[in-house]
């Protein structure tokens, strides 16, 4: 943390953030709100520093996991942490991905990430195989259970481990910045944090496709305009 | 009669810690009396904290000033916290409050047994966790024979 937080940004600091934003721009297609806090409390160095290592960590994580799976791991490290920002943009970019690839939706809805938000952890791993119990789901469910496992104390055995471990770390990182906006967030608002959120004929598609399950799930919804 | 909003305790068995136990948001008068009770005990000397979040069935706007307030009281002191809280909401509460007083040494678990286990190392949240991710990165890029 670089210094209190009732000084204001620097002029450097305040060019650094226009660039930082437009940077964020052109990478996902929109500017994360988060951008303002992190050069607050890491300064402009620290920012650069966190970011190009939180890079650095998705694409290792995508090669080792799965391009799909690293994204809900990322998403439920940060859930765990509290940060529903970091939680509900990270499933959506996972739930985004299988959409693309395998025309699925995942049972991890907007309504589901709300409900895990405020789940215990003792009772989330039920909940989770419950959610996840269809065979196709079989390998995010293990990935996604070692996630509150690791983090209630068990050992790190084996190669995804020592991936989820390096996610859950990096996100203790990530977190103390995204906290500010992942606090009272409603995952219904918070877009995929992916650069796949420019693709924005396939976020379309995807939510037409789970407006239509909601009307199929409950025939009344369609009605409420 | 309503029950108590908290308890607070000083443990003696090592390590040595005060529990504040938080179980309701608390009345204006109540989050005085906490502050005050608090206060007491944290001021004589630098203090380990530990508040427990668990019981809480919710929290409002009011809470999470009680919190941040008796955070900046504990760093002020030159004590440390540590929250434990079994859900995500909580934690995340926990999160925003030693983010926003500015205390990079509290630190955020899922159960007492964590909590315990924490309180036996000197640990700075952010450098530990930018620590971590480097030197995990480094082993992970090493063994997947990549270079950069």
Known sequence: ?225 | MSAPPYTLTRQVDPPPVIRLELMRPLSEAETAALADALEAEVAAAPTTVLVELNALPRYDRRLRQTLLALQRRITAHGGRAVYVADRPRLRGLALWVVHMAEDSQAKIVGNVAAATEWLRISDHRVAAAEEGTLSALGRLTKRRGGGS
């Open chain 1, 1 to 225: 943390m670089s210094r209190r937080r009732s000084v204001g940004l620097r002029l450097a600091e305040r060019v650094a953030l226009r660039l930082i934003d437009g940077m964020s721009k052109a990478f996902l297609g929109f500017v994360p709100p988060v951008n303002e806090e992190a050069v607050r409390t890491l300064g402009v160095r620290g920012y650069f520093r966190w970011s190009t290592s939180t890079g650095k960590v998705m694409k290792t994580l995508a090669d080792g996991l799965g391009e799909a799976e690293s994204q809900l791991v990322i998403g439920f490290a940060g859930l765990w942490l509290g940060c529903g920002y970091c939680g509900a943009g990270h499933i959506h970019a996972g739930n985004l991905i299988l959409f693309r690839d395998e025309g699925v939706l995942t049972p991890l809805s907007d309504e589901v990430i709300d409900e895990l938000y405020e789940t215990p952890d003792e009772r989330a791993e039920g909940r989770l195989r419950e959610l996840l119990s269809e065979p196709r789901y079989a390998r995010i469910l293990a990935l996604v259970l070692r996630v509150y496992q690791l983090r209630a104390g068990a050992e790190p055995s084996g190669a995804d481990d020592d991936y989820i471990a390096l996610a859950l770390t990096c996100w203790d990182w990530v977190t103390e910045c995204t906290i500010v906006e992942g606090l009272e967030m409603r995952p219904a608002t918070v877009p995929p944090l992916t650069p796949l959120a420019k693709n924005m004929a396939l976020r379309e598609r995807y939510a037409a496709a789970r407006a239509a399950e909601a009307v199929e799930r409950d025939p009344g919804e369609g009605d409420a305009g």
